[in-house]
Nanobody, 122 residues
Framework: QVQVLESGGGLVQAGGSLRLSCAATGSRFSVKAMAWYRQAPGKQRELVAVSTSGGSTDYADSMKGRFTISGDYAKNTVWLQMSSLKPEDTAIYYC????????????????WGRGTEVTVSS
């Protein structure tokens, strides 16, 4: 089993910056990708950014230019650097880990953290 833990959320003023962290722990697993999602009140969970162990990244259009995802797969850790924050960025941010577990290397599963709350005040 893979455990996922996020940290770094909090209260920040509009225009400010915040850095979120996520770490995956466990045994006999191989992480293929790590991603950030967010969910605001009354809205569906949405993708924020994706990082893969191969080094690629992707962003939702609304986050491009403001958010940066980076990962260290030797440590199974990923970060989300957020800048120029807006009130509409207020949400619970969740870390998703896609990983395979020994011996079922052909099967990838998703693991979720509990989330960390980000509030942006105007």
């Amino acid at each position: 089993q893979v455990q996922v833990l996020e940290s770094g959320g909090g209260l920040v003023q509009a225009g400010g910056s915040l850095r979120l962290s996520c770490a995956a722990t466990g045994s006999r697993f191989s992480v293929k990708a790590m991603a950030w999602y967010r969910q605001a009140p009354g809205k569906q969970r949405e993708l924020v950014a994706v990082s893969t162990s191969g080094g690629s990244t992707d962003y939702a259009d609304s986050m491009k230019g403001r958010f940066t995802i980076s990962g260290d797969y030797a440590k199974n850790t990923v970060w989300l650097q957020m800048s120029s924050l807006k009130p509409e960025d207020t949400a619970i941010y969740y870390c998703n880990v896609r990983a395979a577990n020994y011996p079922n290397w052909w099967e990838e599963n998703d693991y979720w953290g509990r989330g960390t709350e980000v509030t942006v005040s105007s």
